[in-house]
């Protein structure tokens, strides 16, 4: 079975710094979608940014980007330029493509804080 | 701008009524999706749905179970309320190979 880890449960930058969230999965599939969730204290998830395995390219998003390693299996979220208006739980997730229904595996979530 | 609805943002029930938690995308997706959301748990998913009348348990469906009658609308029901189903539930839908989009979640406590 698919796992997602997020190795870091709490972190915290200064506004206008930069900060990566780590994470890492597990999965013997080659092709696949990986996301970065983020949930406000108003609680409403929002996808920040979507990644495609088959795509060497990591994907960017403004100040968001990630840094995709396939063979080590790290999909990391890098902040630029932080914002309060960021402070927020950040969730990395995994889907199987092709894989019709599957539901989305889920980290146990990052907290990140925006100290002004 | 497309939208998943929960009914309620904030409910609170007595230990052993039956509760409804309703959901409703207006994307036209075909899955559906339950989760709880606790401190240091994480999301995990209760139910899901792939088509009308259709339902798949996900990790923990015990003390749940959902009704998709319509595309549009998943309901969760706890057929007896109990307190250590006090959370957050968030509700998802999704087309095949793309993300979810989420409601905004209802926070439930049982007393």
């Known amino acids: 079975a698919q796992t997602v880890t997020q190795s870091q449960p709490e972190m915290s930058v200064q506004e206008a710094e930069t900060v990566t969230l780590s994470c890492t999965y597990d999965t013997s599939e080659s092709d696949y979608y990986l996301f970065w969730y983020k949930q406000p204290p108003s609680r409403q998830m929002i996808l920040v940014i979507r990644q495609e395995a088959y795509k060497q390219q990591n994907a960017t998003e403004n100040r968001f980007s990630v840094n995709f390693q396939k063979a080590a299996k790290s999909f990391s979220l890098k902040i630029s330029d932080s914002q309060l208006g960021d402070a927020a739980m950040y969730f990395c997730a995994y889907r199987r493509r092709y894989s019709g229904n599957t539901p989305l595996v889920f980290g146990k979530g990052t907290r990140l804080s925006v100290i002004a | 701008d497309v939208k998943v609805t929960q009914s309620s943002r904030y409910l609170v029930k007595r230990t052993g009524e039956k509760v409804f938690l309703e959901c409703v995308q207006d994307m036209d997706h075909e899955n559906m999706f339950w989760y709880r959301q606790d401190p240091g748990l994480g999301l995990r998913l209760i139910y899901f749905s792939y088509d009308v009348k259709m339902k798949e348990k996900g990790d923990i469906p015990e003390g749940y179970s959902v009704s998709r009658e319509k595309k549009e609308r998943f309901s969760l029901i706890l057929e007896s309320a109990s307190t250590n189903q006090t959370s957050m539930y968030l509700c998802?839908?999704?087309?095949?190979?793309?993300?979810?989009?989420f409601g905004s979640g209802t926070r439930l406590t049982v007393v």
């Open positions: 998802a839908s999704s087309t095949e190979n793309y993300g979810y989009t």
